[in-house]
């Protein structure tokens, strides 16, 4: 593993806070996935944030803060819903998108009107954010268009360059990102589906959040392929799967497979991952299934497709947007 991984004990946490401080990068881990932050008010910091990922400036980055009480220093205004929102699921793993203070930097909201914020649950992130007592802007700490490091080896094997810091908290238990709400008059909008599910946001907020549409705030997280490996990946239903798998000896070709429900056929002799358990399980291994599935170097990647159930909703659409193909303009 390269690159300044170190063990999140009091004193790196305490030495991560002063590199924050510093104008310095540090990763760090979420209860959803790793993030690589920067000090959400220096300018030339969080610029560096993207260069380290590869990804285009305009794209805004969330902010992660320490209390709910410091909403009121990044948003000029909080909807009710918002509010109920945060009081219910802060801390943890819901990014709101609100309108943002005067004092919030462009650099931090791509130039637009909203700042997106989040108060994380993990007890490494709250530390770190109480050590160093400011905003720490970030984003996933993945380049540009990979999938979302959820180990500290996965962001030090994927960016362009180490931040000064990794802290290093084991694996992520959610796994895949939060859950993003924004407000359109009011009115709840979804824009990322994660592990705080439609049901839940709807039982505080006593309606569905709307689904997202052209009007809504630009989510770079919403471009096609996001989130894609390297190898093309496709999903199959598991008859397809069934059916694909079958033919195996007349096709000259490699192949991985992410398995849910079918077993592993005895003629089989690529890498096939079998991932069983409830869509929250599901969630927690799938980046690192991904990675897994992308290094066999296979000719083809297979996905058996998840259910289609409402639970399974941000699975889904992390893996429709993973098997979508190439795409030059991906986050
Ligand atoms: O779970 C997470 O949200 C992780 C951890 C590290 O907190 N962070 C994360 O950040 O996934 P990122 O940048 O990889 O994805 C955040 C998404 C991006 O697609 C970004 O465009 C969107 O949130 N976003 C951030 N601020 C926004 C804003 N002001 N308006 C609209 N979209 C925003
Ligand atoms: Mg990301």
Redesign the pocket.
């Known amino acids: 593993m390269s690159g300044n991984v170190v063990s999140a004990s009091a004193i790196a946490i305490d030495e991560a806070a002063r590199l924050l401080a510093g104008g310095e990068l540090v990763a760090f881990p979420?209860e959803?996935?790793?993030?690589l932050g920067a000090d959400a008010t220096n300018d030339e910091a969080v610029r560096r944030i993207f260069a380290v990922k590869g990804r285009p400036a305009d794209?805004?980055?969330?902010v992660?803060i320490a209390n709910r009480n410091d909403l009121g220093k990044w948003a000029r205004a909080v909807s009710k819903g918002a509010a109920q929102l945060a009081e219910a699921f802060w801390p943890g793993?819901l990014?709101l998108?609100l309108p943002r203070a005067s004092t919030v930097l462009d650099q931090v909201?791509?130039g637009?009107d909203?700042?997106?914020l989040?108060m994380?649950s993990h007890s490494i992130a709250r530390a770190l954010l109480n050590a160093f007592g400011g905003g720490i802007a970030?984003?996933?700490a993945n380049r540009f268009g990979h999938v979302?490091p959820t180990t500290a080896a996965h962001v030090a094997a994927d960016l362009r360059e180490a931040p000064a810091m990794i802290l290093d908290g084991g694996p992520c238990d959610v796994g895949i990102?939060?859950t993003?709400v924004?407000f359109r008059n009011d009115e709840p909008v979804l824009?990322?589906p994660?592990a705080i599910s439609v049901a839940e946001l709807a039982q505080v907020l006593g309606r569905s959040p709307l689904p997202p549409d052209a009007a809504a705030?630009?989510?770079?997280?919403?471009l096609t392929s996001h989130y894609a490996p390297r190898t093309p990946a496709s999903l199959l239903k598991s008859d397809a799967l069934r059916a694909e798998l079958a033919q195996l000896t007349e096709r000259d070709e490699q192949l991985a497979v992410l398995a849910r429900t079918l077993e592993r056929p005895a003629d089989f002799e690529g890498v096939w991952i079998a991932a069983r358990g409830d869509a929250a399980e599901f969630a927690r291994d799938l980046y690192a299934n991904l990675r897994a599935l992308d290094a066999a170097n296979a000719d083809a990647i297979l996905i058996e497709t998840p259910p289609d159930d409402p639970a399974w909703l941000a699975v889904r659409d992390r893996l429709t947007r993973a098997t979508q193909g190439e795409d030059d303009d991906r986050?």
């Open positions: 979420t959803t996935v790793y993030g794209h805004p980055v969330i992660h793993p990014t998108i909201t791509g637009q909203n700042v997106g989040r994380p970030a984003p996933s979302s990102e939060s993003i924004a824009l990322r994660g705030p630009r989510v770079s997280g919403s986050d």
